[in-house]
Nanobody, 123 residues
């Protein structure tokens, strides 16, 4: 099993920045890729960004390209999401996820999930 704990959410004004962290523990050697998803009230969970755990390959949703950066620190078993130029539409609960086999944008493929951290962007 892998446990994921997110941190770093909060309230920020439009145009501001936040950095989310996701610390993995347990059988971290089994992780192939990690990702961030988000879910706003009344909406489906949507893909934000993903990174290959060992190779550093990254994938981004079009809505965050150029504003968000995903990175990882394998020594700390931690993945980060640097969010710049935040917009009110970025408001959501942000979830960290880990996959044992694929680097994918589909939430159903992911094996492990964190509890989520709230990000609120005020206009």
């Amino acid at each position: 099993q892998v446990q994921l704990v997110e941190s770093g959410g909060g309230l920020v004004q439009a145009g501001g920045s936040l950095r989310l962290s996701c610390a993995a523990s347990g059988r971290t050697f089994s992780i192939y890729a990690m990702a961030w998803f988000r879910q706003a009230p009344g909406k489906e969970r949507e893909f934000v960004a993903a990174i290959n755990w060992s190779g550093g390959n990254t994938v981004y949703a079009d809505s965050v390209k150029g504003r968000f950066t995903i990175s990882s620190d394998n020594a700390k078993n931690t993945v980060y999401l640097q969010m710049n130029s935040l917009k009110p539409e970025d408001t959501a609960v942000y979830y960290c996820a880990a996959d044992k086999s694929f680097l994918t944008t589909h939430p159903i493929q992911y094996d492990y999930w964190g509890q989520g951290t709230q990000v609120t962007v005020s206009s």
